[in-house]
């Protein structure tokens, strides 16, 4: 078993969860909370949502499950090096996309310009509606009644929500997280833990690589096109040159591996850089701090990460074949979404309500549309809208 350092989440001291329950007689709290979100129906569902390509472009791309897979398993290494809580982080890492829409970003931003008269739609907010309301597989309760620092780890791995004064870091703090702070203290103007952090960071290094990888499988991009680019450009050069004869496939994947080790060779050795400054001795220091104690070098990042998300960002995310898709899933999003709201008895009997037109049923429309998989949504949609198919 691996010695926890003092500033690490320690399970028998958890906050505990909003319900209490018996503690298990085999399991941590932080074991329980992973084993819930693995059994969870939101988390198979991540199998069928899309990454950045749409399920049916191809079986070999990522999805939301096998992206939450590989942050997962970043994480559990980056954790188990650096003496924290490898069920904790693990947790996080699987929970972190749960409130994704379907079709990726697309499909988010086309439900938060829907939900804007009622308070706007935000991933992260819906994956606290998941884990707090929306999942019912427990006689007991709603949700998964998960601990303190599970729900702390998802709701901030990417930080404070909260300046130091109490007042929203973005325009305003989403309506699910605001409430549920009522009822359960996240502290939300502090850092989260080091293990969320590493969750986020994680989520980084995990997309940068594998987006890459399927940006050259998909024949958008090739793997000379990265040659002109910092870090991955001299990597490329290397593995060609020391492998001159191998099938370019090969190629591509041995330039992601390196890639990938290397980005975490830099996060731990910042990491540890930035522990041996604070010098903390509880994970309540780390939440203390002034700033994220897992980062990458600053330099590191803006002259190596930054410029290879730009590239993927122009020649990737905004290729004309995905605005393409892009364009289509939005239009899916948006009909489904009007005809819901303008004749709710479309919708099916569990996510009806008796409010009709207001608040109450537009936010019961996105949850429904929101846990969709890529594959659903499209065929509610040719369940809605064509005549020939069956309902």
Known sequence: MIQLKPYATHPEASRGRLLPEPESKHR???QRDRDRIIHSNAFRRLKYKTQVFVYYEGDYYRTRLSHSLEVAQITRSLARTLGL???LAECIALAHDLGH?????????ELDALMQPYGGFEHNDQTLRILTSLEHRYAAFDGLNLTWESLEGVVKHNGPLLHADGSPKKKMLAATIAGFNERMDLDLSRWPSAEAQIAAIADDIAYTSHDIDDGIRSGLIALDDLLDLPLVGPMVREVKAAYPQTESRRLVYEV???L?????TEVLAETERRIAA???TSSDDIRAASTAVVAFPASFWSENIAPIRAFLYQQLYRHWRVNRMRNKVRRVMREMFELFMEHPGTLPPEWQVAEKGGATQARAVCDYIAGMTDRFALEEYQRLFD???KT
Do not use: Q, Y
């Open 387 to 389: 005549p020939f198919t």
């Open 101 to 109: 829409a379907p079709f990726a970003h697309a499909g988010e931003d």
């Open 85 to 87: 809580n490898e069920d």
């Open 260 to 264: 990938l080790d290397r980005m975490t």
């Open 28 to 30: 941590n709290c932080h």
């Open 256 to 258: 992601v591996r390196r």
């Open 278 to 280: 604070l010098k903390p």
